[in-house]
């Protein structure tokens, strides 16, 4: 597991989409979700950056294309709207104060966000990745942070896709082109025995 942390810069973890209507979609992501709540304490506890990603829209969504065939969907249905309860971080998940929220308008973290300037500030080069769905957000993610040269972890059961098939696909034959997948007991047990100035120097 050190070796996520081979190289200088710092470490990060991406809660991508724990919303609460994109959870209601998924019926495996109850359990999703408590791999994701033990994987933030840990995070917490070694002192490495938590940041949320969320997809949200402005009344009316002028940010969506009809071209867009996924979003233009929730156009229509008038979903996930900034101040609606149905865009609003899950209860199970929810991020400290001190934790930035990072609203985006596009599936992949990168697009359309902060989130490049974020990790920048903090001089992060290793992403763990974890979020909903495994073919949306956490797939868009991985593509784009490996063209940007970030090392990246996916832990595996904090993510979760309405198809097993498509998940289990990704998660043997896709992503370890790109990531080292690895579960969430991996990733917390690699957070609770190295401090944050050692992940900054391994």
Same mark, same amino acid.
């Given at each position: 597991?050190?070796?996520?942390?081979?190289?200088?810069?710092?470490?990060?973890?991406?809660?991508?989409?724990?919303?609460?209507?994109?959870?209601?979609?998924?019926?495996?992501?109850?359990?999703? *979700?408590?791999?994701?709540?033990? %994987? #933030?304490?840990?995070? $917490?506890? +070694?002192?490495? /950056?938590?940041?949320?990603?969320? @997809?949200?829209?402005?009344?009316?969504?002028?940010?969506?294309?009809?071209?867009?065939?996924?979003?233009?969907?929730?156009?229509?249905?008038?979903?996930?709207?900034?101040?609606?309860?149905?865009?609003?971080?899950?209860?199970?998940?929810?991020?400290?104060?001190?934790?930035?929220?990072?609203?985006?308008?596009?599936?992949?973290?990168?697009?359309?966000?902060?989130?490049?300037?974020?990790?920048?500030?903090?001089?992060?080069?290793?992403?763990?990745?974890?979020? *909903?769905?495994?073919?949306?957000? %956490? #797939?868009?993610?991985? $593509?784009? +942070?490996?063209? /940007?040269?970030?090392?990246?972890? @996916?832990?595996?059961?904090?993510?979760a896709d309405g198809d097993?098939?498509?998940?289990?696909?990704?998660?043997?034959?896709?992503?370890?082109?790109?990531?080292?997948?690895?579960?969430?007991?991996?990733?917390?047990?690699?957070?609770r025995t190295v401090g944050?100035?050692?992940?900054?120097?391994?």
């Amino acid at each position: 597991m050190n070796s996520l942390w081979s190289s200088e810069g710092a470490v990060a973890v991406l809660a991508m989409d724990y919303q609460n209507a994109i959870i209601k979609q998924y019926p495996a992501s109850g359990a999703a *979700l408590r791999q994701a709540r033990e %994987v #933030l304490d840990a995070a $917490r506890s +070694a002192g490495v /950056l938590v940041a949320y990603l969320v @997809v949200r829209f402005r009344d009316g969504h002028p940010e969506i294309s009809v071209n867009n065939k996924i979003f233009s969907a929730i156009k229509r249905a008038g979903g996930l709207l900034e101040r609606s309860a149905d865009s609003q971080i899950h209860d199970d998940v929810l991020p400290l104060g001190s934790e930035p929220v990072i609203t985006k308008r596009r599936v992949g973290a990168f697009s359309t966000s902060e989130l490049e300037h974020i990790l920048r500030a903090h001089e992060v080069r290793h992403l763990i990745l974890m979020g *909903l769905t495994t073919s949306g957000v %956490v #797939l868009s993610t991985v $593509r784009a +942070a490996a063209d /940007l040269d970030y090392s990246i972890a @996916v832990v595996s059961d904090a993510c979760a896709d309405g198809d097993a098939e498509v998940h289990r696909v990704l998660m043997e034959k896709i992503f370890p082109r790109q990531a080292t997948v690895v579960t969430a007991q991996e990733v917390c047990s690699a957070l609770r025995t190295v401090g944050t100035a050692t992940i900054r120097s391994v």
